[in-house]
C-alpha cells in the first residue's frame, strides 16, 4: 500500500503531462520508439522521388483511369517513387459543371452527366463501398449548391471555385481507390489537406508565402511509401473558403509540391512527346525537344505552345527542380526536361506562333522631343487592362500587338482616350511567329531567316529583339503564317532548306576542318 501511495504522485505527473502534450508529437514520440523503416534495405538503390501531375484527358474515362493507374504502378517498378500524384477533374467534369452553374441561374438544376460519368467508372471497378458512398456525398452537396443558386439567382466567383472544386475532389477519390485495387498503398486528399493554402483572390488564386512550411509538415505526417493523390487547381483561402488558381492552375499544384519537397522531378504526363519543335497540328515533323531552359519554356508559353503555364514554372525554378514533360500515351519516350540550361547546341530550340493578332501602330501628334509620351501610351494600356505581347519603339512612335482575347470594347476606348495626343492605326488578322534561341547567334539565325522570307515573298511588318536573352518574333500576315512556319522548320530542323543556310565563320571553320580530316 506504502508503495502504491509513493507510485500515484509520479503517476498523476505523467497523466498531466500527457494531457498537455500535442497529439501529433505523442504520435511522433510513439513511432520514434518502433523499430519501423520507410527505406529500402541499404543494397538497394534509392527511388528516384518524383511529382506527377495527369490532366483532364489522360482521366477522361473508366479506360483512361485505369491506363493512368497502371503506368503509376509501372513507374515504381522502374524505380520512381511518386510522392504526390497531381489530378484534374474526369474529361470535361469542369465544363459540365460551370455548364450546371449556368442552368441553375436558369431555373434548372441537372447533373446528370457529371454523375453518369463517375457512377460508369465506379461500377466498371467495382469499387468498394466507401469510395461510392464520398463521391455520392460529394456530388449530392454540389447538387444542393446548385439548388441554391437556383433559388437565390446567383453565382459569385466564390461559389463558382467551390461549385468546380467537385471535379476535382470526386476524380482523385477514384484515381486513389484504383491504385489500391492494383496494390499500390494510395490516399486520396484535398489539396489544403496537404498544405495548399492561397489568399482570397477567387477565380485566380495565390498561394500564400508560407505554402512551402505547409506542405513539407502535412507531408512529414504521411508514409513515403503511400502514394498522395492530390486536388490539382485548387486550394483554400486563411477563411477555410475554396480557392482555384487559375490558368495552368494544375500544373502550378504539382510545381508546388514538387519544390517543397525537393524532389528529384516534377512529371506533367500529357499525350505528346514532350515539347515540339513546332505544333505538329501545322507542321507534320514536329519533332520532340530533349531539353530547354525555364525562360525558353516561359516564351514558349507566352507564344502559344501547349507547355506549363510561366507561373506554374516558378517553383521548380525557384528550388532549381527539373520539369519532365512526358506522354501518357507512349511512357518510354523520354520526354523533355526543362531546366536551368537549354540545348546550347541546337541554333534554334523551337518554333511558335499566335494566330489572329491585332496591331497598333501609334505615332505622336506631339512635337519631336516632348517627353511623357510612352508614359502617356503605357498608362492608357493599363486603365484598360490591356496586355501587349510584342513592342518596338522609337522617340515618336510605338507599334505594338494585342492578341484576340483582348475585348474590343477595351480597345475601343483606348483608341478613344489616346486620340488627344497620338494618330492610330489599327491592323488586323496579323500573326506572331516566333523563333526560340539564344539572340546571341542572332545574326546567323536572321541571315537565314530573311533570305527564306525573300525567297517565298513573305513581307515582315514588324520585329522584336533584345528584351528576351531566347526569342525573336515577327509579325506577318495570318495568310503567310503557315508558308514561312513550314519552311523555318525544314531549315532549321529537316535539312531541307529552300536557301543554303548560313553558317558562322567559327562553324565554318570547324566543319571544314572536320570533312578535310574525314578525307585524310
Same mark, same amino acid.
Given at each position: 500500500q506504502?508503495?502504491?501511495?509513493?507510485?500515484?504522485?509520479s503517476?498523476?505527473? /505523467?497523466?498531466?503531462?500527457?494531457?498537455?502534450? %500535442?497529439p501529433?508529437?505523442?504520435?511522433?514520440?510513439?513511432? !520514434?520508439?518502433?523499430?519501423?523503416? +520507410?527505406?529500402?534495405?541499404?543494397?538497394?538503390?534509392?527511388?528516384?522521388?518524383?511529382?506527377?501531375?495527369f490532366?483532364?484527358?489522360?482521366?477522361?474515362?473508366?479506360?483512361?483511369?485505369?491506363?493512368?493507374?497502371?503506368?503509376?504502378?509501372?513507374?515504381?517498378?522502374?524505380?520512381? +517513387?511518386?510522392?504526390?500524384?497531381?489530378?484534374?477533374? /474526369?474529361?470535361k467534369?469542369?465544363?459540365?459543371?460551370? !455548364?450546371?452553374?449556368d =442552368?441553375?441561374?436558369?431555373?434548372?438544376?441537372?447533373?446528370?452527366?457529371?454523375?453518369?460519368?463517375?457512377?460508369?467508372?465506379?461500377?466498371?471497378?467495382?469499387?468498394?463501398?466507401?469510395?461510392?458512398?464520398?463521391?455520392?456525398?460529394l456530388?449530392?452537396?454540389?447538387?444542393?449548391?446548385?439548388?441554391?443558386?437556383?433559388?437565390?439567382?446567383?453565382?459569385?466567383?466564390?461559389?463558382?471555385d467551390?461549385?468546380?472544386?467537385?471535379?476535382?475532389r470526386c476524380?482523385?477519390?477514384?484515381?486513389?481507390?484504383?491504385?489500391?485495387?492494383?496494390?499500390?498503398?494510395?490516399?486520396?486528399f484535398? !489539396?489544403?489537406?496537404?498544405?495548399?493554402?492561397?489568399?482570397?483572390? =477567387?477565380?485566380?488564386?495565390?498561394?500564400?508565402?508560407?505554402?512551402?512550411?505547409?506542405?513539407?509538415?502535412? =507531408?512529414?505526417?504521411?508514409?513515403?511509401?503511400?502514394?498522395?493523390?492530390?486536388?490539382?487547381?485548387?486550394?483554400?483561402?486563411?477563411?477555410?473558403k475554396?480557392?482555384?488558381?487559375?490558368?495552368?492552375?494544375?500544373?502550378?499544384?504539382a510545381?508546388?509540391?514538387?519544390?517543397?519537397?525537393?524532389?528529384? #522531378?516534377?512529371?506533367?504526363?500529357?499525350?505528346?512527346?514532350?515539347?515540339?519543335?513546332?505544333?505538329?497540328?501545322?507542321?507534320?515533323?514536329?519533332?520532340?525537344?530533349?531539353?530547354?531552359?525555364?525562360?525558353e519554356?516561359?516564351?514558349?508559353?507566352?507564344?502559344?505552345?501547349?507547355?506549363?503555364?510561366?507561373?506554374?514554372?516558378?517553383?521548380?525554378?525557384?528550388?532549381?527542380?527539373?520539369?519532365?514533360?512526358?506522354?501518357?500515351?507512349?511512357? !518510354?519516350?523520354?520526354?523533355?526536361?526543362?531546366?536551368?540550361?537549354?540545348?546550347? #547546341?541546337?541554333?534554334?530550340?523551337?518554333?511558335?506562333?499566335?494566330? %489572329?493578332?491585332?496591331?497598333?501602330?501609334?505615332?505622336?501628334t506631339?512635337?519631336?522631343g516632348?517627353?511623357?509620351?510612352?508614359?502617356?501610351?503605357?498608362?492608357?494600356?493599363?486603365?484598360?487592362?490591356?496586355?501587349?505581347?510584342?513592342?518596338?519603339?522609337?522617340?515618336?512612335?510605338?507599334?505594338?500587338?494585342?492578341?484576340?482575347?483582348?475585348?474590343?470594347?477595351?480597345?475601343?476606348?483606348?483608341?478613344?482616350?489616346?486620340?488627344?495626343?497620338a494618330?492610330?492605326?489599327?491592323?488586323?488578322?496579323?500573326?506572331?511567329?516566333?523563333?526560340?534561341?539564344?539572340?546571341?547567334?542572332?545574326?546567323?539565325?536572321l541571315?537565314?531567316?530573311?533570305?527564306? =522570307?525573300?525567297?517565298?515573298?513573305?513581307?515582315?511588318?514588324m520585329?522584336?529583339?533584345?528584351?528576351?536573352?531566347?526569342?525573336?518574333?515577327?509579325?506577318?500576315?495570318?495568310?503567310?503564317l503557315?508558308?514561312?512556319?513550314?519552311?523555318?522548320?525544314?531549315?532549321?530542323?529537316?535539312?531541307?532548306?529552300?536557301?543554303?543556310?548560313?553558317?558562322?565563320?567559327? %562553324?565554318?571553320?570547324?566543319?571544314?576542318?572536320?570533312?578535310?580530316?574525314?578525307?585524310?
Amino acid at each position: 500500500q506504502q508503495q502504491q501511495q509513493q507510485q500515484q504522485p509520479s503517476i498523476t505527473r /505523467m497523466m498531466m503531462t500527457t494531457k498537455k502534450e %500535442d497529439p501529433h508529437e505523442a504520435v511522433e514520440d510513439y513511432k !520514434s520508439h518502433m523499430s519501423i523503416s +520507410r527505406t529500402k534495405n541499404e543494397g538497394d538503390s534509392k527511388p528516384i522521388e518524383v511529382a506527377m501531375k495527369f490532366g483532364g484527358s489522360s482521366l477522361a474515362n473508366y479506360e483512361r483511369i485505369d491506363h493512368v493507374a497502371n503506368l503509376i504502378k509501372d513507374q515504381i517498378e522502374l524505380g520512381y +517513387r511518386p510522392r504526390a500524384v497531381v489530378c484534374s477533374a /474526369m474529361g470535361k467534369t469542369t465544363n459540365n459543371l460551370l !455548364s450546371a452553374g449556368d =442552368f441553375a441561374l436558369e431555373g434548372r438544376v441537372n447533373l446528370d452527366a457529371v454523375r453518369t460519368l463517375h457512377t460508369a467508372t465506379l461500377e466498371e471497378f467495382g469499387m468498394p463501398d466507401h469510395t461510392a458512398q464520398e463521391i455520392k456525398a460529394l456530388l449530392d452537396e454540389c447538387e444542393d449548391m446548385l439548388n441554391g443558386v437556383r433559388m437565390i439567382q446567383e453565382l459569385s466567383p466564390k461559389s463558382l471555385d467551390q461549385l468546380v472544386s467537385y471535379g476535382e475532389r470526386c476524380s482523385v477519390r477514384v484515381m486513389a481507390a484504383r491504385l489500391n485495387q492494383l496494390g499500390v498503398p494510395a490516399q486520396a486528399f484535398d !489539396s489544403w489537406e496537404m498544405g495548399i493554402f492561397t489568399n482570397s483572390e =477567387f477565380g485566380d488564386a495565390k498561394l500564400l508565402p508560407s505554402h512551402e512550411e505547409s506542405i513539407q509538415e502535412a =507531408f512529414s505526417k504521411l508514409d513515403s511509401n503511400v502514394v498522395a493523390v492530390i486536388t490539382g487547381f485548387i486550394g483554400h483561402d486563411p477563411n477555410g473558403k475554396i480557392t482555384t488558381l487559375g490558368r495552368g492552375g494544375s500544373d502550378l499544384t504539382a510545381t508546388a509540391l514538387g519544390a517543397a519537397l525537393g524532389l528529384d #522531378e516534377i512529371q506533367v504526363w500529357k499525350d505528346v512527346d514532350g515539347i515540339l519543335t513546332s505544333d505538329p497540328r501545322l507542321v507534320a515533323n514536329a519533332i520532340p525537344v530533349n531539353r530547354v531552359s525555364y525562360e525558353e519554356a516561359a516564351e514558349l508559353a507566352y507564344f502559344g505552345a501547349q507547355v506549363l503555364h510561366p507561373i506554374a514554372m516558378q517553383p521548380a525554378m525557384k528550388h532549381n527542380v527539373p520539369v519532365r514533360v512526358k506522354n501518357s500515351y507512349n511512357p !518510354s519516350a523520354e520526354g523533355t526536361v526543362i531546366e536551368n540550361e537549354g540545348d546550347n #547546341e541546337q541554333l534554334v530550340t523551337a518554333i511558335t506562333y499566335k494566330r %489572329d493578332i491585332k496591331v497598333l501602330d501609334i505615332h505622336s501628334t506631339q512635337m519631336l522631343g516632348a517627353y511623357g509620351f510612352l508614359s502617356q501610351v503605357f498608362g492608357d494600356f493599363a486603365k484598360h487592362k490591356l496586355s501587349v505581347d510584342v513592342l518596338a519603339s522609337s522617340e515618336v512612335s510605338v507599334s505594338l500587338t494585342l492578341d484576340k482575347k483582348q475585348k474590343l470594347d477595351s480597345i475601343n476606348c483606348l483608341l478613344n482616350d489616346m486620340e488627344p495626343y497620338a494618330e492610330v492605326t489599327l491592323k488586323e488578322n496579323k500573326s506572331i511567329l516566333t523563333l526560340i534561341t539564344d539572340v546571341e547567334r542572332s545574326s546567323e539565325v536572321l541571315a537565314t531567316v530573311f533570305r527564306v =522570307f525573300s525567297t517565298q515573298g513573305i513581307k515582315v511588318e514588324m520585329m522584336s529583339q533584345g528584351a528576351s536573352k531566347v526569342n525573336i518574333s515577327f509579325i506577318l500576315s495570318d495568310d503567310e503564317l503557315e508558308t514561312a512556319v513550314l519552311n523555318l522548320h525544314k531549315c532549321f530542323f529537316e535539312d531541307e532548306c529552300v536557301v543554303e543556310k548560313y553558317i558562322a565563320k567559327a %562553324d565554318a571553320e570547324e566543319e571544314t576542318a572536320a570533312t578535310t580530316a574525314a578525307k585524310l
